[in-house]
């Protein structure tokens, strides 16, 4: 199966229009469509990432009976968060066929324009969910009930200034067993990983997906206490946190001060004379997702900074 394009992320809330707001006046994204869909058991938003090719931000709210995203959302107890990666193939149905010759199976949306399937190692049960769709990926956002929001117009108040979604990050006991399963099933290919004894309790790799400027990132945790054992127990092999670049540390944390948004596990350093920072904010200050937030003053400082090629 080939995977050439993210096409967004898709974040479930219980209430729709609180969290558009959160994300337009912290975040700067901008609303492009807007759909309610009691069929498919859901209100939504597309939201445009400032900076992104061609990657978006979806937000899903319950609508109807039998809601999939109250489903969700119960099944989280009652808490919002990241629900899944739309990802582009050429071909759907072909796509499903190769998945089923390898004993997954996917869920087919009321409409047929789009499937949704764990692509982690079953044996390991549930991981991130990604919703596959062919060509032209806003047929998965709301299908024909979308329609496009109007423009809000620019507001006028601090953001964080991002300019690119980075990565999604991933945890899992094992970076080298879900990267070798995510390049034959989905053809990831690794760029970069850490040294295995870089950081006392993870290691981690990132993996380019072909066709999209979105990285990634795999996680594993390493010695007696380390965090990602902890959410591992919690929360399996779930999608650990997003990542964000921004323009400028100090505008981005004034934005976070303006919005009552704190931050925290703050780190910065230098590469090759070249200055970097990062920090995280917590979900109940995002909507259910942990984020990371990092600059660099020259690119490729920061994400590369402590990672080696792979084994060749």
């Known amino acids: 199966m080939q995977i050439y394009r993210i096409d967004h992320i898709g974040q479930a809330t219980p209430e729709l229009e609180p969290q558009v707001e959160r994300l337009e006046r912290l975040f700067g994204f901008r609303r492009t469509h807007s759909w309610d869909n009691p069929g498919e058991g859901c ?40 629900r ?3 990802a582009e193939v050429p071909d759907l149905e072909t796509a499903l066929s190769e998945l089923d010759g390898r004993g997954i199976k996917p869920t087919r949306s009321a409409a047929g324009r789009w499937a949704e399937v764990s692509l982690s190692p079953p044996e390991h049960g549930p991981g991130v969910l990604f919703r596959l769709s062919g060509p032209g990926g806003v047929a998965s956002c709301g299908g024909d009930a979308s329609v496009p929001a109007a423009d809000g117009g620019a507001r006028d108040e601090p ?31 690794q760029v970069w990983r850490t040294p295995i004894d870089e950081h006392p ?16 990132e795999i996680i594993m945790p390493r010695g007696e206490d380390s965090f990602i054992e902890r959410f591992w127990n919690r929360s399996g092999a779930a999608a650990h946190h997003i990542t964000f670049e921004v323009a400028d540390w100090e505008r981005a ?7 009552e948004t704190p931050t925290f596990g703050e780190n910065e350093g230098s590469t090759d004379g070249a200055a970097w920072r990062d920090a995280f904010i917590h979900p109940k200050h995002t909507g259910g997702v942990l984020v990371q937030l990092f600059w660099e003053e020259r690119p490729g400082v920061w994400v590369r900074s402590d990672k080696i090629p792979p084994p060749r």
């Open 253 to 259: 944390m004034q934005a976070c001060e303006h919005h």
């Open 159 to 189: 953001s964080l200034g991002i300019v690119a979604l980075d990565h999604v990050c991933q945890a899992f006991p094992d970076r080298d067993e879900l990267a070798r399963w995510y390049e034959s099933v989905a053809g990831f290919v």
């Open 84 to 86: 899944h990666v739309a």
């Open 201 to 216: 309790d993870m290691a981690d790799l990132v993996m380019n997906v072909p066709g999209s400027a979105i990285c990634w």
């Open 43 to 82: 209100r939504g938003a597309r939201l445009v990432v400032p900076g992104s090719w061609g990657q978006a931000w979806e937000v899903l709210a319950p609508s109807g009976e039998d809601s999939a995203i109250q489903a969700f959302i119960d099944g989280q107890g009652g808490r919002p968060g990241l």
